[in-house]
């Protein structure tokens, strides 16, 4: 067990806050940072003992790991269907990855946006986690629901609560709001749309989620909902927890608004 997706695995991933934490991933997060024991999540089996006999490096040990792990990695194979900016001289290299709106650049020996800021850490974990996966082939253009996608069962949940009822609680009876915040990330509006609004944002490169939201109709009572779409080679791109974070952070850019949404 060395990163936070492992930690993430041994939790249900149902968001139950049972750990004081509002969501596994952030409790995974808090896990590796040596803020709380894995005995706080009811549902991890021996956590006592997982933590004896493993070593759970800090939140700064694991991106010092990534980093270390990045110099030894033969990049030019794993990033060339990544979608990325790449270059590299004298044993240096600059990553750019566009990453919902910004662009985030990692060199051998830090990762930073393009003002040069400090980012999150859980996205510089999904950042490297992308680069790491080394997807390979194009995109299908084909859009899937995350229920068909291999052992989705629990993710689908976390997915409709931290993400699809997120942005139609918000944005609810709002689609001219919902629109603007999409322009304002880089989104593109879908017409003709199926929905009430179609748009898809790019989270990553080969990462695009397309979302139908259907305002709320008073008049048959019916509340707004959304539905979140991938493509169906998605999974060739990332793993499933890392696009149900990808999915988490793209719904909180378009809540928070360009100002709130802390990288
Ligand atoms: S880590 Fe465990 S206790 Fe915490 S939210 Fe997830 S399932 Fe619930």
Request: glycine share 2%; hydrophobic share 25%.
């Given at each position: 067990m060395n990163n936070v997706f492992d930690i993430l695995k041994?939790?249900?991933?149902?968001?139950?806050?049972?750990?004081?934490?509002?969501t596994c991933m952030a409790f995974a997060v808090g896990a590796v940072n040596d803020e709380?024991?894995?005995?706080?999540?009811?549902?991890?089996?021996?956590a006592k003992s997982i933590e004896t006999h493993k070593n759970i490096p800090s939140e700064q040990g694991l991106l010092r790991e990534l980093q270390g792990k990045i110099k030894t990695t033969d990049l030019n194979e794993k990033i060339k269907d990544l979608g990325v900016d790449f270059h590299e001289a004298n044993g240096n290299f600059t990553i750019k990855i566009p990453y919902i709106n910004r662009t985030i650049v990692i060199t051998n020996n830090d990762i930073k946006d393009m003002d040069n800021r400090e980012i999150d850490p859980r996205d510089a974990i999904l950042l490297y986690n992308y680069i790491f996966f080394g997807g390979k082939g194009d995109l299908s253009g084909e859009w899937i629901g995350?229920?068909?996608?291999?052992?989705s069962i629990s993710k689908v949940k976390t997915l409709k609560r931290y993400t699809e009822e997120k942005l139609a609680i918000f944005f609810s009876g709002k689609p001219d709001e919902l629109r603007s915040r999409v322009s304002s990330i880089n989104g593109v509006i879908i017409e003709?749309?199926?929905?009430h609004l179609c748009f898809i944002i790019k989270v990553l490169p080969k990462i695009p989620i397309k979302i139908h939201f259907w305002d709320m109709d008073e008049e048959d009572g019916f509340p707004a909902s959304v539905k979140a779409l991938y493509d169906r080679r998605a999974m060739n791109f990332l793993d499933i927890e890392s696009l149900v974070f990808a999915s988490e952070r793209m719904a909180e850019a378009l809540v928070e608004g360009e100002q709130g949404f802390n990288y």
């Open positions: 041994l939790t249900p991933k149902t968001n139950c806050k049972k750990c004081g934490y509002p709380i024991s894995l005995s706080h999540c009811p549902f991890i089996e021996d995350m229920e068909s996608m291999p052992n003709p749309c199926e929905a």
